[in-house]
Nanobody, 122 residues
Framework: QVQLVESGGGLVQAGGSLRLSCAASRRTGSSYGMGWFRQAPGKEREFVAGISWSGIRIYYGDSVKGRFTISRDNAKNTVSLQMNSLKPEDTAVYYC???????????????WGQGTQVTVSS
């Protein structure tokens, strides 16, 4: 079992920035990818960004490309999401997740955090 805890959410004005962090309760295997997803009220969970254990493979959802940056620190068992140029449509609960391998599909991820709220005001 791996517990994940997100932090860094909050309220920000459009055009602003936030940095989300996710801490894992233990070191994961060297094949474990990590990802960020988000879910807005009434919408399906959406892939935001993913990163392989080595950091060599990085993926972004189309709606955040060029604005968000994912990174990870395996020594600290953490993954971060730097979010710049935020828009009101980025408002959602953001979740981090991990699984053996890397994927853009939420169904592939075995472990999830509780989520952190990000609200972008216009």
């Amino acid at each position: 079992q791996v517990q994940l805890v997100e932090s860094g959410g909050g309220l920000v004005q459009a055009g602003g920035s936030l940095r989300l962090s996710c801490a894992a309760s233990r070191r994961t295997g060297s094949s474990y990818g990590m990802g960020w997803f988000r879910q807005a009220p009434g919408k399906e969970r959406e892939f935001v960004a993913g990163i392989s254990w080595s950091g060599i493979r990085i993926y972004y959802g189309d709606s955040v490309k060029g604005r968000f940056t994912i990174s990870r620190d395996n020594a600290k068992n953490t993954v971060s999401l730097q979010m710049n140029s935020l828009k009101p449509e980025d408002t959602a609960v953001y979740y981090c997740a991990t699984q053996n391998g890397d994927s853009v599909l939420a169904s592939a991820y075995a472990y999830w955090g509780q989520g952190t709220q990000v609200t972008v005001s216009s």
